[in-house]
């Protein structure tokens, strides 16, 4: 009777001694579970405000690159010409700069939504904030759109304008010429006589309807030597004396231009060689 007692005693404490075992274990996990879940939260905690930081950063980037209302300089021909401002190479130089920008921000929001995809963190405000980044950057790119667009007028408003301006200087420095005997001018109609007494001492001038299409050019920006096939030369129009000379050069006469500008005031000239 004794000895059953203590078997049945000796069990119970087996049996207690299992049980504790047993519920010490599931305390252990429960606690282990609860501390992973605790560190889960943490990590997520910590990946959210690292996201947050992020976006942050790159909608300052994003303003800074190209602020609100920001308008590139040199956008308009009345600007441009009025105040002096950059030339077309600088202008393309800064828009290349703000595109270069954007791109390196699309970039960023491209590795922020990777990131945020393989952390697993799924969370409506960040994805918002993340598709805001993506709304700024369309924006500015459609703004420096169209500023490359406004750009590309006023470059083709300014080509116009040098090339009217090269088209004027030429213009204004383009003087009409002939050159030959005296009997060939008179009987073409480009010289006169006139003034003298019975035929003696005419002056020759040149006349007020010479045929255009008898006439040369002369650009006197860049051309300030004109041979004559000629042993003399004598200029009969109105141009001013110091603005030009005839030089013998071997057998042959040149007229040389001294002064263009004052040379230029009478748009033709007409010598009478021999």
């Known amino acids: 009777m004794r000895r059953s007692i203590q078997v049945a005693i000796a069990a119970s404490v087996v049996v207690v001694v299992a049980a504790s075992a047993i519920f010490y274990n599931m305390y252990s996990r429960a606690l282990s579970s609860l501390e992973t879940a605790e560190q889960a939260e943490r990590t997520t905690q910590d990946q959210y405000a690292q996201a947050v930081s992020e976006i942050a950063e790159i909608q300052d980037s994003l303003?800074?690159?190209m602020p609100e209302g920001e308008k590139l300089p040199g956008?308009?021909?009345s600007r441009e010409q009025s105040l002096g401002g950059p030339n077309s190479q600088q202008i393309l130089e800064r828009i290349a700069s703000v595109r270069a920008g954007l791109q390196r921000g699309k970039e960023r929001i491209a590795q922020l939504e990777t990131k945020l995809k393989d952390s697993g963190i799924h969370v409506t405000s960040l994805q918002k904030l993340v598709a805001g980044l993506r709304r700024s950057v369309k924006e500015k790119e459609d703004q420096l759109a169209t500023l490359s667009t406004q750009l590309a007028q006023v470059t083709d408003t300014l080509r116009v304008h040098d090339e009217?301006?090269?088209d004027r200087q030429k213009q204004l420095a383009t003087v009409y010429f002939v050159a030959g005997p005296k009997s060939e001018l008179m009987k073409s109609g480009i010289i006169v006589a006139r003034?003298?007494?019975?035929?003696?001492?005419?002056t020759i001038k040149p006349s007020a309807q010479a045929p255009e299409a008898l006439f040369s050019t002369l650009d006197t920006d860049m051309e300030t030597v004109l041979p004559l096939d000629a042993r003399?030369?004598?200029v009969v129009s109105a141009q001013?004396?110091?603005?030009y000379e005839i030089r013998q050069v071997g057998e042959k006469v040149e007229l040389h231009i001294l002064?263009?500008?004052e040379f230029r005031k009478v748009r033709q000239l007409v010598i009478v060689t021999a």
């Open 195 to 202: 003034g003298g007494v019975l035929g003696i001492g005419k």
């Open 240 to 243: 001013p004396l110091a603005s």
């Open 75 to 77: 956008t308009s021909y």
């Open 164 to 166: 009217m301006l090269v």
């Open 232 to 234: 003399k030369a004598q």
């Open 259 to 261: 002064d263009p500008a």
């Open 63 to 65: 303003s800074t690159i």
